[in-house]
């Protein structure tokens, strides 16, 4: 309960279905599940921009290091093998 209220629910069911049920290697699970969702979450937050209800300080405080962070474990995994 306590992942869902924090808002990162989705990627650890989302990582677990996609490797034991769908399959895929656990580094393409954890880039596909990145990829769902973030367009879940883009999704949900049209409404508040149309709205004009986005507080975009605290995008740019706190979103734009989030994506900078991402990219860089992004190409850090390459370094890193699928156990770990």
């Known amino acids: 309960m306590s992942l ?5 629910g989705g990627s650890t069911l ?3 279905v996609l ?3 769908a399959g895929q290697d656990k580094k393409v699970a954890i880039a596909g599940s990145l ?9 949900a937050v049209l409404p508040y921009l149309w709205r004009g209800l986005v507080d975009w ?4 405080f706190f979103g734009v290091p989030g994506m900078v962070g991402t ?4 190409w850090g995994s390459a370094f890193v093998s699928g156990t770990v």
């Open 71 to 74: 990219y860089a474990g992004a």
């Open 4 to 8: 869902g209220l924090l808002g990162s």
């Open 35 to 43: 990829a769902i969702v973030g367009l879940i979450a883009l999704a």
């Open 57 to 60: 300080r605290s995008v740019v």
């Open 14 to 16: 989302t990582v677990p």
């Open 19 to 21: 490797v034991y049920l």
